[in-house]
């Protein structure tokens, strides 16, 4: 089991930008998938996007495509989600997860989650 610990949310204004990232500990990192999810309030976590074991693979859903963009370091077991011209919707738990596959990540397929750092946009 890899533990997982994201960092970096907090309050920012419509258009502002944050930087997330997530250490990880113990496992095998750099052989797996990672990805990015969130969870607004009220509504189901959605996939935000996803980077391959070695970075080749990059991924994003639709609604953050051109402002999002995922980076992963596996010298130090870290993945990061900048972040950029946020909007309000964008407000949520931001989870990192790591998959058991090393090309992609989806729910089904997370072996960890981390514990979830909250992002909050205001206009």
């Known amino acids: 089991q890899v533990q997982l610990v994201e960092s970096g949310g907090r309050l920012v204004q419509v258009g502002g930008s944050l930087r997330l990232s997530c250490v990880a500990a113990g496992g095998t990192f750099s052989s797996s998938a990672m990805g990015w999810f969130r969870q607004a309030p009220g509504k189901e976590r959605e996939f935000v996007g996803r980077?391959?074991?070695?970075?080749?693979?990059?991924q994003y859903a639709d609604s953050v495509k051109g402002r999002f963009i995922i980076s992963r370091d596996n010298a130090k077991n870290t993945v990061s989600l900048q972040m950029n011209s946020l909007k309000p919707e964008d407000t949520g738990v931001y989870y990192c997860a790591r998959s058991r596959y090393s090309g992609t990540i989806y729910e089904a397929s997370v072996a960890d989650w981390g514990q979830g750092t909250q992002v909050t946009v205001s206009s």
């Open positions: 980077i391959s074991s070695g970075g080749l693979i990059i």
